[in-house]
Every structure is written in structure tokens, then in C-alpha cells.
């Protein structure tokens, strides 16, 4: 982990400054920052605004992490802003230390300033307070998300200490929302920030939430009087969408386009690939989701619980940098059968060690589980590949 923010700020001195041209909706939190990061980036669209998109890890491709208006940066593009940054870094006294992620970030940077986006929704890696992503100096407003434990080595091992390295990204007189679900200790951590930048802070208001439907389909939920409908399925994403919501009404004030039928449809529309993904309806269905920390696998097991397809099967892979034992302690009693799988990133945990979490499950490699696992979902089942944000590109080649 870095201990300040110099190098990342010298790099993008000698780049000019790109982001300094940028205006930001700056997003930190445990779990939901992609969903809602998602959530705005399709507001803005709908509202006409060239829309920049950062977010971590990627999906399917490197490139998928840094978009303009929902479109990947383009190879020959990606090309020109990494040879431009590998010019600086090699300069650089410090040239072999910098981070994959730091390099990244000024990448993402130069092509949206080069591209003249109106608005660029940042997502932060890890943490906030010294993630490279907090060099910008004045967002139209901060979002977090979820506070939960994850990255304890690096964050803290307490909900205050990960809360503070969240609320790193408030700026002076800068107003964040915080989702409405998080901790006490967390909120006080937050709003105890905020009082210091002279920030306000929103929370949603869920006695002025009606959820009115929960499915496979998405969901739907009456926030303030007013209806809205989400793809994205499980109750968590109803509290993502109404953070949105509120953040909205701040970003109203800069861009008085966005009117209230378009963050309805924005916020209809929002999907973010391998959270809570349905890629398959039905003969089994199938669900991706990366969830990867307890937080996330509760938010999942919620989900699962709700639909009665029978047998319930899961891939699962975890990292061993997470805590992989509680996570699996919320989905684990709603799998009859898992296949565990090691090996598709750095740092796994053992696939007998996941095994032992499951009343019934086998050890496969990458090639095997895709096809061993949809064949016992059969018919009537649903398939559940989850535990990791980077299982579903290694899979890919073997589930076509």
C-alpha cells in the first residue's frame, strides 16, 4: 500500500494535470460502488452528457474498466495513452514502483480529458483516503457505498478504520450521500469527516422507501411518492438505487437537464455485468455474481433465497486475501451441490478448503466446471457462479 499520494500526483503533473479538467462523482464503499457507479453513468447518458466511467477490476477485459457513454476505451486509443504514460514513468526516478492501478488511473484520465467528457464517474480501487483515484480536488459530490470489512490488511481491522480510509475521498464543502444501510460506528465515522471539510451529508431516508416488488426480473420500489424499477436484482440494489437517487439531486444543481424522467429510466436501465447477473432465464438458470467479501455473499445468499428453483448448484472460487469463511457461511446453506475451483488468479484459496464449506461438493479444474455444474442444475435448477470478480473471464472460454 502506498503511504501518500506523490507519486501518483507527480506522474500526473508531468501529464499535465489531466483530471484537473474534469468534473467528478467521486464513489468509495465496500460493496454497490459498481452498481451505482453504473446507476449514474447511465443517468448522465440519458440526460446528454458525454459520460466517463472508471471503474475496478474489469470484467471480461482491462479495457472494460475505463468507458465513455457505455463504450470500452478502444484498443488503438488505450495504445496511444499508455505509450504517453510510459514515456513520463520511464523518466521517473521511482520508475519500477509504479502500480499497475496507478498507471491505470492516469490512462483513464488522459483519454477522458482528450475526449472532453462533461462528467466522469470515479470509482476508487481500495479505500479511498490513498487510492490513486483521490488526487482530484473538487467532485460535484462523494458517494459511499456499503462500509463492510474487507482489506484489512491494508484498511484497518475495525469498521471506524475502514470507514475513515471511505470517507478519505470527502473534499471541502463537497456534500456526499451515504447509503443507508451501514453500520452506526461507520456513519459516525463519516459524518465526523464530513464536519472537518465542512461537507453535509445525505443519507436516504427508508421510511420514505416502499418495496413493492423482488425477483429474478429486477425489482421495484416507491421512494418519496415516486415509482422506479431496477434490472438489477436483489434488495441491495434497491438501497444502491435510492443513494443514486439522492445524489442526483445534488448533480441536478450543475446539470439542470436531468430531469426526473430521465433518473428513472437511468436508473431502470443500470446493469452491471457479474453483479447478480441473470445470463441464462431458465434449463437451469444461471446467475453470475462476483461478490467476494461477506457483505457481498450475504447481499447474494438474500437473493437465492428467494427463488425456488431446485437443485441450487454454485461454482465457487474465492481469493484468500478476503474473508472467505464468513462469506461462504451466508450462501453455503442454500447450495446443495457446489464445484470448487482454484487457480484463476493470484493468491486462491485451495479447492478442498472451499469444498469443506458445502454439504456436498467436488473439486473440478477451470475446463471442467461450467459444463459438470450446468449439467446437475439441470431443467429445473439454477446454477450460481460466484465468489470472485474474476471468475466469470476465466470461465468464458470454456462456457460458450
Same mark, same amino acid.
Given at each position: 500500500?502506498?503511504?501518500?499520494?506523490?507519486?501518483?500526483?507527480?506522474?500526473? $503533473?508531468?501529464?499535465?494535470?489531466?483530471?484537473d479538467?474534469?468534473?467528478?462523482?467521486?464513489?468509495?464503499?465496500?460493496?454497490?460502488?459498481?452498481?451505482?457507479?453504473?446507476?449514474?453513468?447511465?443517468?448522465?447518458?440519458?440526460?446528454?452528457?458525454?459520460?466517463?466511467?472508471?471503474?475496478?477490476?474489469?470484467?471480461?477485459?482491462?479495457?472494460?474498466?475505463?468507458?465513455?457513454?457505455?463504450?470500452?476505451?478502444?484498443?488503438?486509443? !488505450?495504445?496511444?495513452?499508455?505509450?504517453?504514460?510510459?514515456?513520463?514513468?520511464d523518466?521517473?526516478?521511482?520508475?519500477?514502483?509504479?502500480?499497475?492501478?496507478?498507471?491505470t488511473?492516469?490512462?483513464?484520465?488522459?483519454?477522458?480529458?482528450?475526449?472532453?467528457?462533461?462528467?466522469?464517474?470515479?470509482?476508487?480501487?481500495?479505500?479511498?483516503?490513498?487510492?490513486?483515484?483521490?488526487?482530484?480536488?473538487?467532485?460535484? !459530490?462523494?458517494?459511499?457505498? $456499503?462500509v463492510?470489512?474487507?482489506?484489512?490488511?491494508?484498511?484497518?481491522?475495525? !469498521?471506524?478504520?475502514?470507514?475513515?480510509?471511505?470517507?478519505?475521498?470527502?473534499?471541502?464543502?463537497?456534500?456526499?450521500?451515504?447509503?443507508?444501510?451501514?453500520?452506526?460506528?461507520?456513519?459516525?465515522?463519516?459524518?465526523?469527516?464530513?464536519?472537518?471539510?465542512?461537507?453535509?451529508?445525505?443519507?436516504?431516508?427508508?421510511?420514505?422507501?416502499?418495496?413493492?416488488?423482488?425477483?429474478?426480473?429486477?425489482?421495484?420500489?416507491?421512494?418519496?411518492?415516486?415509482?422506479?424499477?431496477?434490472?438489477?436484482?436483489?434488495?441491495?440494489?434497491?438501497?444502491?438505487?435510492i443513494?443514486?437517487?439522492?445524489?442526483?439531486?445534488?448533480?441536478?444543481?450543475?446539470?439542470?437537464?436531468?430531469?426526473?424522467?430521465?433518473?428513472?429510466?437511468?436508473?431502470?436501465?443500470?446493469?452491471?455485468?457479474?453483479?447478480?447477473?441473470?445470463?441464462?432465464?431458465?434449463?437451469?438458470?444461471?446467475?453470475?455474481?462476483g461478490?467476494h467479501?461477506?457483505?457481498?455473499?450475504?447481499?447474494?445468499?438474500?437473493?437465492?433465497a428467494?427463488l425456488?428453483?431446485?437443485?441450487?448448484?454454485?461454482?465457487c472460487?474465492?481469493?484468500?486475501?478476503?474473508?472467505?469463511?464468513?462469506?461462504?457461511?451466508?450462501?453455503?446453506?442454500?447450495?446443495?451441490?457446489?464445484?470448487?475451483?482454484?487457480?484463476?488468479?493470484?493468491?486462491?484459496?485451495?479447492?478442498?478448503?472451499?469444498a469443506?464449506?458445502?454439504?456436498?461438493?467436488?473439486?473440478?479444474?477451470?475446463?471442467?466446471?461450467?459444463?459438470?455444474?450446468?449439467?446437475c442444475?439441470?431443467?429445473?435448477?439454477?446454477?450460481?457462479?460466484?465468489?470472485?470478480?474474476?471468475?466469470?473471464?476465466? !470461465?468464458?472460454?470454456?462456457?460458450?
Amino acid at each position: 500500500p502506498v503511504k501518500d499520494l506523490s507519486r501518483i500526483k507527480a506522474l500526473l $503533473s508531468d501529464l499535465g494535470d489531466p483530471q484537473d479538467s474534469l468534473k467528478f462523482v467521486h464513489i468509495a464503499g465496500t460493496n454497490g460502488k459498481g452498481s451505482m457507479a453504473q446507476m449514474f453513468s447511465e443517468v448522465f447518458q440519458c440526460a446528454g452528457l458525454k459520460t466517463g466511467l472508471f471503474t475496478s477490476p474489469y470484467i471480461i477485459s482491462y479495457t472494460d474498466r475505463i468507458k465513455i457513454n457505455g463504450i470500452d476505451i478502444p484498443k488503438p486509443a !488505450l495504445a496511444k495513452m499508455a505509450k504517453r504514460v510510459k514515456a513520463v514513468t520511464d523518466m521517473h526516478c521511482d520508475r519500477e514502483n509504479f502500480s499497475q492501478f496507478e498507471i491505470t488511473t492516469a490512462i483513464a484520465f488522459l483519454y477522458f480529458a482528450e475526449e472532453n467528457c462533461d462528467i466522469v464517474v470515479l470509482e476508487t480501487g481500495l479505500g479511498g483516503l490513498l487510492d490513486s483515484t483521490n488526487v482530484i480536488k473538487t467532485p460535484v !459530490l462523494t458517494v459511499i457505498g $456499503s462500509v463492510d470489512f474487507d482489506h484489512t490488511a491494508i484498511l484497518g481491522d475495525t !469498521l471506524e478504520k475502514i470507514a475513515y480510509q471511505k470517507a478519505g475521498i470527502i473534499k471541502d464543502g463537497c456534500p456526499v450521500v451515504l447509503y443507508p444501510e451501514n453500520p452506526p460506528k461507520a456513519v459516525m465515522t463519516v459524518r465526523d469527516q464530513a464536519e472537518v471539510h465542512g461537507s453535509k451529508v445525505i443519507i436516504p431516508d427508508t421510511s420514505k422507501l416502499e418495496i413493492t416488488h423482488l425477483g429474478a426480473d429486477g425489482c421495484g420500489f416507491t421512494y418519496k411518492g415516486s415509482k422506479y424499477t431496477t434490472e438489477m436484482a436483489g434488495k441491495h440494489q434497491i438501497y444502491n438505487a435510492i443513494t443514486a437517487i439522492e445524489a442526483a439531486q445534488i448533480v441536478k444543481k450543475h446539470y439542470p437537464r436531468l430531469t426526473d424522467d430521465i433518473l428513472h429510466k437511468g436508473i431502470a436501465t443500470a446493469i452491471v455485468p457479474s453483479r447478480c447477473q441473470i445470463i441464462r432465464q431458465k434449463s437451469p438458470m444461471v446467475i453470475i455474481d462476483g461478490a467476494h467479501n461477506p457483505d457481498g455473499m450475504k447481499a447474494l445468499s438474500e437473493f437465492v433465497a428467494t427463488l425456488p428453483q431446485y437443485p441450487k448448484i454454485m461454482i465457487c472460487g474465492m481469493s484468500g486475501d478476503k474473508d472467505w469463511q464468513k462469506s461462504l457461511s451466508y450462501i453455503s446453506p442454500y447450495i446443495d451441490k457446489a464445484f470448487c475451483i482454484d487457480g484463476f488468479c493470484p493468491k486462491t484459496v485451495f479447492a478442498p478448503k472451499l469444498a469443506e464449506c458445502f454439504k456436498e461438493a467436488e473439486c473440478v479444474s477451470l475446463a471442467q466446471a461450467y459444463h459438470r455444474a450446468y449439467v446437475c442444475a439441470g431443467d429445473t435448477g439454477l446454477l450460481i457462479i460466484g465468489g470472485s470478480l474474476y471468475i466469470p473471464s476465466a !470461465l468464458k472460454k470454456f462456457s460458450n
